[in-house]
């Protein structure tokens, strides 16, 4: 096999970035834009030593998951990467993407992973609550906004993302109109010149309240007046800043914001809890499937009222504030200041008054407690009845997990956006005397490849077994 060949190639599967995968004389050929079920032609473009890279010319048999894609510029746009496979078969794959990490990467057995049916959208659609459109200049001197294109920073000019909120596409409306009216330029990136860089909307699922942020690559914008006597038209809109960001690089927001007219924030629920969003504030992209999965989180701790809780990579406490409202005492841990303060505001605003944050690594804070507490109490271990750890894709650091086991929790529960990093930290987990109980993906993401999964492990006690 060489560069150029033709070949046959049944997919059976997709890799990290949706891209299909199929097999040919035992070498893996990665094929974008081909689904699981699709028997096609492929040339190959790139060989390397035990895979290959293929695009594909001729479908031969379309799989019977093919769908036609919702959004017209799917396969161009670098948001989605399965809208041409049915959501059944979305959520097949991604179960089976957690399975097959936990088997392979876990070495755990299949009794030992009695796997409950991932939890997917009713409707896999509109779900993001937040959106970031890049503008720019087209052909013709006029503003474009929409989306990058795959691996690159080509804005396709298509605004009515079906991922987000119909309300984009009038905040959008507005503002390059007021561009083309105010003659405010667009931000270049070849160049570092022009104004508008991007424009970020949220939207409270639940309360409805909109908020509009301008990132600006400069102290003034001008005639920022018409733009807010456009935009305070639309319903429920409750925020208007700019955000300035003059730096020559792919970071989104810089980190002063000014407010242009109504609040500084917007606000939104996650179950009861009520959550004040600035255009800085980390926040869940997808409120209602959070909710399920943080849900499943507080289900899997059997909190009674009277447990101690760590929830470690706390972020801004959603975990946290769920939590305490079923346990004694929450503690959270999370390494980026602000996140900390939003946590505390959030627990205040809410009137919580049992979750304490500490503000570091969540690696460098529990051993120093573990060893401060044997210190300050003659030797006597901390306690916790149950730790939580939401990790980001990395997983968690292997001291962080020797002192998981140190503490001997009843219960550790893991939430995970990858699998694969959670395969291999379970696996630690269960070789220092812990037992998977229950395991459960949630969709989180809709369209693209990304699963978050949850899981119970609880404490085996070794005297039942002697
Ligand atoms: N449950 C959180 C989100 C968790 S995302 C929420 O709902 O807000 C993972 C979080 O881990 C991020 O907020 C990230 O800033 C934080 N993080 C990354 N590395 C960390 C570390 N070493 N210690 C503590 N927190 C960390």
């Keep these: 096999m060489k560069k150029d060949d033709l070949l046959v190639l049944e997919i059976t599967d997709l890799d990290s970035e949706g891209n299909g995968v199929g097999k040919a004389e035992g070498m893996a050929f990665f094929v974008k834009d081909a689904v699981i079920g699709d028997v096609v032609e492929a040339k190959i473009m790139k060989m390397k030593k035990s895979y290959g890279f293929a695009r594909l010319m001729r479908l031969i048999t379309p799989s019977p998951h093919r769908v036609e894609a919702v959004c017209p510029v799917a396969k161009q746009c670098g948001g989605c990467q399965l809208q041409a496979m049915s959501y059944e078969e979305q959520l097949r794959f991604k179960q089976e993407k957690v399975k097959n990490h936990l088997l392979r990467i876990g070495g755990f057995s299949e009794e030992e992973l009695q796997m409950e049916p991932i939890t997917g959208m009713e409707k896999p659609l509109h779900y993001r609550n937040k959106a970031q459109f890049p503008i720019g200049t087209g052909k013709d001197g006029e503003i474009i906004t929409g989306f990058y294109a795959a691996r690159s920073h080509r804005i396709i000019d298509y605004r009515s993302c079906h991922l987000g909120v119909a309300e984009n596409e009038e905040i959008l409306q507005q503002v390059t109109e007021w561009m083309q009216e105010a003659k405010v330029s667009a931000y270049d990136e070849t160049t570092g010149r022009g104004l508008v860089r991007h424009v970020l909307t949220r939207y409270g699922f639940t309360t409805e309240e909109i908020m509009v942020c301008i990132i600006v690559n400069g102290d003034r914008l001008p005639k920022s007046e018409l733009l807010v006597e456009r935009l305070r038209k639309l319903p429920k809109m409750t925020s208007i800043t700019m955000n300035i960001n003059k730096e020559r690089t792919n970071v989104i927001l810089g980190r002063e914001v000014r407010l242009l007219w109504g609040r500084s924030y917007i606000e939104d629920y996650i179950g009861d809890i009520r959550y004040q969003i600035s255009p800085l504030s980390f926040f ?159 969709d989180q993401f809709p369209m693209t490849v990304h699963v978050e999964t949850v899981c119970l492990l609880s404490r085996k006690h070794v005297d039942r077994y002697i």
């Design 284 to 442: 869940q992209v997808n409120p209602v499937q959070t909710e399920k999965l943080y849900g499943l989180a507080l289900e899997y701790a059997q909190l009674t009222g009277e447990e101690t809780v760590w929830d470690l990579y706390c972020g801004i406490g959603t975990i946290s504030l769920f939590l305490a409202q079923k346990a004694k005492q929450v503690y959270g841990v999370e390494i980026i200041p602000q996140a900390i303060e939003d946590a505390k505001n959030n627990a205040k605003i809410n009137n919580i008054t049992n979750a304490e944050f500490f503000v570091g690594a969540a690696e460098d804070i529990l051993p120093a407690y573990y060893r401060n507490y044997a210190e300050q109490h003659n030797g006597e271990n901390a306690h916790a009845d149950v730790i939580v750890v939401d990790p980001p894709r990395k997983g968690c650091d292997q001291k962080l997990l020797q002192t998981m086991l140190d503490m001997q929790p009843e219960r550790i529960v893991y939430v995970s956006c990858d699998s694969a990093t959670l395969a291999r930290d379970l696996k630690i987990l269960s070789q220092g005397g812990y037992k998977i109980e229950r395991v459960r993906p949630v």
